[in-house]
């Protein structure tokens, strides 16, 4: 079986509200939920998602439209029955959304239980390799703990014979190429020690494995 560790951005994009989740982060789960895969995820990206929700997804746009709305009525570029209608729209989607953001708790609860999840928290050795990566690699502490977490896992993995593991990481801080799809040595001798092939999108398609994995 092929086992895929995914970080907070992959819970961001599920349990964001409906309009915004992406459909290749929910098929993700989908894969693990029959049995195709195993997803793996470390539980402080749980505590991270939330926060990044909560913050990002906030209907805030709504108010804006609405002073449009307002503009453009009183200068006649648009007819009271357009405006109307538009304010109605914006009312039902200012409720979805945030109806979405209260149920987050329960999205996220329902995510941890999720069959083909392992929701594994950070361990000693997670916690001592974190600090040895710290001279190894220039990360923020979050990523620090996030990539020993998953280097970690990988290794218990390996141990127990699975050898198919994969990273689907959206965040260019832990990617092991930058901006331009240049290597960073340190960051792919990470992976490539710990046979973790790094996928830049959650379709596990790009980039392909090199020849001679």
Known sequence: MKHVFVETNWVVDCCAPAHRRVLAAVKLLGDANSGRIGLHLPVPCLSEAR???RTKY???????LREFLKWAKTEGHLEAAQVESTRQV???????????????EARLEKLKAEQGLEVFPLNEQMLEKSVSLATEVELKPFDNSILAAILVRADDLRNIGETDLAFCELDGDLQPWDKNGN???????LYDDARVWVYGDFTLSRPEPRDDW
């Open 90 to 104: 914006l009312d039902r989607f200012e409720r979805l959304v945030k109806q979405d953001l209260d149920n987050l």
């Open 51 to 53: 926060s990044v929700i």
């Open 58 to 64: 906030q209907p805030n746009e709504a108010n804006r």
């Open 183 to 189: 290597a960073k040595p340190a960051l792919t001798r």
